[in-house]
């Protein structure tokens, strides 16, 4: 690992884990904790329309996907505020109409498309120093707005209706979460490909949930987790020769199940010894 | 009586009707809360509590009829309320400790982007030395029995320093015990000119604590009296029930005729 650090790719690809595993710890919580998971999902795969938009138009992909994928958070977050039953299977219609339309517009432009499955399954090892900055900036946008609206965030996840009685601008208050998850799964994009940034985006968040007593340690443990989980996968892909993608994705699924099994020790512990009554 | 003249009842409800998707849920409503009224309001499920609550706090729209809070609109006027919904609908995963879900009864007076003062961690104390919580302020909400967490709920309520107290079957997941404490707290609140409203299902609550009794079921009963009346039963359950009357002997259901059937409604 250190001889590879020699390489700027490498140092590249370690740093965009780490700005990633910010938003991710940060974002994630959210995500998880308000139980969007699907709808971030269906934003993730909506995006390669806007990368398909990219290529055939020819600028720049991760600019499509930008777009691609605020205009996807909007829509389905209004599809789930505003249709009472069957959200569900707008939002994953509105994923696939994403997903074909990049496909046909993909197929409609012509020459030769190297690059195009970084896009599907993440390429960490090629990340130019500009994406560092930019996702450095979406960080520094991220966690000024959390800091920010720390307390109406907590609300509005914790309790909606009595956000929206102490007359917290709950409405847009959720779309700005909505459009910060649009923006932190493109960083994603990067690193683990649409497909899989799903699993990144949830798991640092859901065993950091476990452990935590409030939402501040949840996004730092998410976060520090996060960054565990991209290190570590990159080093066992780099030493066995694997796609870094799936392997981060693996790491952290490893974690995952890990501590859904510590917790069911410790609760049948507890559970042994009295400590969580009725 | 003098002072009403001059200030506004704390809330005001004139023929007010309400529907879901034009399906009338609320029909020709008529109430008037006053300071240190202590309502307890019954009625079958599906009678139309909670939505008359919601059209209260500003969250469904009237379609038809006059709703004012302290004299203004409910969107306005509910920064006077405090709301406590049920504790059952909690994610007890969540990651959120006491003294931070009070906190949120403050957040009405600071805006976004506004860190919580002084004043509010002040207030936040009182409120949950009000309802004898204090001493789990750093527990984890979700980690709470039911009794201490419908507590919790109501301490977030009063850290908002509210007039008027509106409650959602606050006991529905509570034991006996933490029941009748509950209502000790709201008695002691009231006591201080506290007006509540209360939604209970719970007849020691209407037995021996509320000051009158409303009954919902599309159209409202409200007499402002203590006695469940002939009436309120016939509109509130379709066949016969009997209920008990707890504590003080003036508490005595009014008067229930036997054998009455329910008249047939559309």
């Known amino acids: 690992m250190i ?3 020699q390489y700027e790719f490498m140092r590249n690809a370690l740093l965009a884990g780490l700005l990633v595993s910010i938003a991710c710890g940060v974002i994630g919580a959210f995500v998880v904790l308000n139980r969007i998971v699907f709808i971030s999902g269906g934003i993730a795969h909506a995006a390669y329309g806007g990368v398909g938009l990219g290529y055939f138009f020819g600028f720049s992909p991760v600019l499509g996907a930008v777009g691609f994928s605020l205009l996807a958070a909007l829509g ?4 789930q505020r505003r249709t009472r039953q069957r959200a569900d299977t707008l939002i994953g219609v509105l994923w696939a109409i994403g997903m074909a339309i990049g496909i046909i517009l993909i197929d409609l432009t012509p020459g030769y498309k190297a690059d195009l499955l970084s896009y599907l399954f993440g390429s960490i090892l090629a990340v130019p120093t500009g994406d560092l900055w930019l996702m450095f900036a979406l960080d520094v946008v991220i966690v000024t707005l959390v800091a920010l609206l720390y307390k109406e965030l907590l609300a509005l996840s914790f309790d909606e209706t009595y956000a929206t009685i102490a ?8 779309l700005l979460l909505i459009s910060l998850i649009a923006l932190t799964v493109v960083m994603l994009m990067r690193v683990v490909g649409l497909i899989l940034l799903i699993a990144l985006l949830t798991i640092p968040a859901a065993i950091a949930g476990q452990f935590v007593r409030d939402m501040r340690a949840m996004m730092l443990l998410g976060s520090g987790l996060s960054i565990l989980f991209t290190t570590l996968g990159l080093w066992l892909s780099y030493t066995l020769n694997l796609t870094s993608g799936a392997t981060i994705i693996l790491v952290s699924a ?3 199940l890990a501590s ?5 020790l410790g609760s049948r512990a507890a559970g042994a010894t009295g400590e969580y009554g009725a | 009586m003098a002072t009403q003249m001059e200030t506004p009842p704390v809330a ?6 309400a529907a879901y998707e034009h399906e009338p849920i609320l029909e020709d409503i008529n109430l008037v809360i006053n300071r240190g009224d202590f309502i307890g309001l019954i009625g079958p499920n599906g009678g139309g509590k909670s939505t008359l609550l919601k059209v209260l706090l500003g969250l469904l729209a009237p379609m038809r009829g006059e709703v004012r809070l302290f004299g203004q609109p409910p969107v306005r006027g509910r920064r006077m309320v405090g709301y406590v919904p049920q504790s059952l609908a ?5 990651p959120i400790r006491v003294h931070e879900v009070v906190r949120m009864g403050r957040l009405s007076r600071r805006g976004p982007g506004r860190r919580y003062t002084d004043a509010d961690n002040a207030a936040v104390h009182t409120a949950l030395e009000q309802v004898d919580a204090w001493h789990i302020r750093d527990r984890p909400f979700g980690t709470l029995s039911g009794g201490q967490r419908q507590r919790v709920l109501i301490a977030r309520a009063l850290a908002a320093e509210p007039q008027l107290l509106i409650l959602d079957e606050p006991t529905a997941s509570v034991d006996p015990q933490g029941r009748a404490d509950l209502y000790e707290i709201l008695r002691k609140l009231n006591e201080q000119q506290m007006s509540i409203l209360l939604v209970t299902h719970d007849m020691l609550a209407i037995s021996s604590y509320v000051k009158s009794v409303g009954c919902l079921n599309r159209r409202l009963v409200y007499h402002g009296a203590q006695e469940v009346t002939a009436e309120m039963l016939d509109l509130a359950y379709p066949c016969p029930v009997e209920l008990i009357a707890h504590g003080t002997p003036h508490r005595v259901l009014a008067v229930y005729p036997s054998g009455k059937q329910q008249e047939e409604r559309p």
Do not use: C, H, K, Y
Request: net charge positive; proline share 3%; charged share 15%.
């Open chain 1, 167 to 174: 007359n917290v601008p709950v409405g847009a208050l959720t």
């Open chain 1, 254 to 256: 490893a974690a995952f």
């Open chain 2, 12 to 17: 005001e409800i004139r023929g007010l009707w």
């Open chain 1, 3 to 5: 001889q590879a650090l």
């Open chain 1, 260 to 264: 859904l099994g510590l917790r069911a």
């Open chain 1, 76 to 79: 389905m977050s209004l599809v």
């Open chain 2, 90 to 94: 909690f994610d007890r995963a969540f």
